[in-house]
């Protein structure tokens, strides 16, 4: 899992129509994009410094045909940061 000063990275989603693969491919591509997945309805991004990269990943996804119509940010949970830091499952 990527990670941000340490722990796991937010994550944004992108609920959105259009060429999703074509635009997260070439989100992809972006240095500052360590992960970027088309899924239904939207694309699925973990972005270091997303606060300050959004409007460029919102210019480029309309720049692909995309129309963006809500951004979300997912915070890692406990489990996540468990599993970043022991590299086990709490369940383990």
């Known amino acids: 899992m990527p990670s941000w000063r340490g722990f796991p990275a937010p994550g944004w989603r992108l609920s959105a129509t259009g060429d999703l693969a074509g635009a997260a491919a070439k989100l992809s591509a972006r240095p500052w994009v360590r992960q970027a997945k088309a899924l239904d309805g939207g694309i699925d991004l973990v972005v270091e410094d997303a606060r ?41």
Not at 52 to 68: H, K, Q, R
Not at 83 to 92: I, K, P, Q, S, V
């Open 52 to 92: 300050s990269e959004l409007p460029v990943i919102l210019t480029d996804a309309a720049a692909d045909g995309v129309a963006v119509r809500s951004v979300e940010v997912t915070e890692p949970d406990l489990e996540a940061v468990f599993l970043h830091l022991t590299g086990r499952a709490l369940r383990d």
